[in-house]
T-cell receptor
Framework: ELKVEQNPLFLSMQEGKNYTIYCNYS?????LYWYRQDPGKSLESLFV?????AVKQEGRLMASLDTKARLSTLHITAAVHDLSATYFC????????FGKGNQVVVIP | DTAVSQTPKYLVTQMGNDKSIKCEQN?????MYWYKQDSKKFLKIMFS???????INETVPNRFSPKSPDKAHLNLHINSLELGDSAVYFC????????????FGQGTRLTVV
């Protein structure tokens, strides 16, 4: 059974500081997806990581993938309030198995 | 133009009723999904269709029946609704063989009373 674990499940961030959240998965997959969900809203695609060592950046967010370790990280640089959301990682496009999400709150 | 659209957005109904949620995508994708998001925000796949064929059918009560009349539509019919069915249901679509992400609809918040 494919398992996707994200941690920490909840993270309070101070504005201006850097943080990393983690996504581990249990079986081989060379595709990993990061999504953002705001309260009461749908899921918005952030990154698609397709190979070992893939790194993508968009604004203050940077995602990377290590397929050998079955680990993806989402790094937040100089957190701002607008980044408060729940971040989900997902693997395997056939079934898109999601982790439980990292709920991020950025406080002044 | 909305890429993946679901109707209705909100659905309040009594226990025991039968209801349907509709989903349509205009992205030309070949694969569509239904997900259930519970009160703890956990997203669980229910069904996946590729070119109108069922490819994933997770452990879901048989009161839930998906129907895909064509590649652009995937509807979800629920019989004999129970309190535990209350959740947000998301439809999504993707191109299975392409290395792109899945796109999600806005969700249907189902409340069973």
């Amino acid at each position: 059974e494919l398992k996707v674990e994200q941690n920490p499940l909840f993270l309070s961030m101070q504005e201006g500081k850097n943080y990393t959240i983690y996504c581990n998965y249990s079986t081989t997959s060379d595709r990993l997806y990061w999504y953002r969900q705001d309260p009461g809203k749908s899921l918005e695609s952030l990154f698609v990581l397709l190979s070992n060592g893939a790194v993508k950046q968009e604004g203050r967010l940077m995602a990377s993938l290590d397929t050998k370790a079955r680990l993806s990280t989402l790094h937040i640089t100089a957190a701002v309030h607008d980044l408060s959301a729940t971040y989900f990682c997902a693997v395997d496009i056939t079934r898109l198995a999601f982790g439980k999400g990292n709920q991020v709150v950025v406080i002044p | 133009d909305t890429a993946v659209s679901q109707t209705p957005k909100y659905l309040v109904t009594q226990m025991g009723n039968d209801k349907s949620i509709k989903c349509e995508q205009n992205l030309g994708h070949d694969t569509m999904y239904w997900y259930k998001q519970d009160s703890k925000k956990f997203l669980k796949i229910m069904f996946s269709y590729n070119n109108k064929e069922l490819i994933i059918n997770e452990t879901v009560p048989n009161r839930f029946s998906p129907k895909s009349p064509d590649k652009a539509h995937l509807n979800l019919h629920i019989n004999s609704l129970e309190l535990g069915d209350s959740a947000v249901y998301f439809c999504a679509s993707s191109l299975l063989q392409k290395n792109t992400e899945a796109f999600f609809g806005q969700g249907t918040r189902l409340t069973v009373v």
